[in-house]
């Protein structure tokens, strides 16, 4: 066994330990939740509960689409918008009205480069709009702090440490096939 298997091992593991909290930081598509409850009945993969009688049952962006699942309970009718561009200071927004029936699960695609508004006339009632995001596809997502930003330059000054540090043990030990002369 040589050098170079010990410190390889010691690479791996470190970096394997030094990923973790950032891998542990991934999340899925949450929404925030508000004091109703899904509907009697409703799917049991309730994403976002509009009212009383509309729930999000899945969304997911394709093809410039944000692609949303909507269940209700009743014949009902969910205005969607899509995000608003944030570059201008006044304008109009354009909200498409998305009639849900009954027991059945309907699908809305909405153009929409970043997310959408939802809401329902209870909703309105109850002075409650909803808002999806575009899923994010990253592997690791954030949000990230400080903390989280000190922690990747510290991985990152390790892992330079380390291949800095074989650079010089395999030279010394003479391992190292680079620069060999012929005579």
């Known amino acids: 066994m040589t050098l170079r298997t010990p410190l390889l091992f ?13 891998a542990a930081q991934e999340t899925t598509n949450e929404t925030t939740s ?27 962006y394709a093809d410039g689409q944000l692609v949303i699942d909507f269940w209700s309970d009743e014949y ?17 927004m354009q909200f498409r009205a998305a009639v849900v029936d009954a027991d059945t699960t309907t699908t809305v695609r909405v153009p929409s480069s970043g997310g959408v508004t939802l809401w329902t006339e209870q909703s309105i009632e109850q002075q409650r709009f909803h808002y999806l995001r575009k899923p994010n596809t990253f592997l690791i997502s954030g949000p990230w702090s ?13 892992g330079v440490v380390l291949a800095v540090l074989y650079e010089a043990v395999s030279a010394k030990v003479g391992s190292a096939q680079r620069g060999e002369r012929l005579a």
């Open 10 to 22: 010691l690479l791996i593991v470190s970096c394997i330990a030094l990923a973790a909290p950032a």
């Open 34 to 60: 508000t004091n109703v409850s899904a509907p009697e009945g409703a799917p049991s993969n309730v994403e976002l509960v509009i009212d009383e009688n509309v729930v999000v049952t899945d969304y997911h």
């Open 76 to 92: 009902t009718v969910v205005s969607v918008a899509p995000k608003v561009d944030s570059g201008s200071d006044a304008g109009t």
């Open 146 to 158: 400080g903390v989280d930003v000190r922690n990747a330059s510290l991985g990152s000054a390790f």
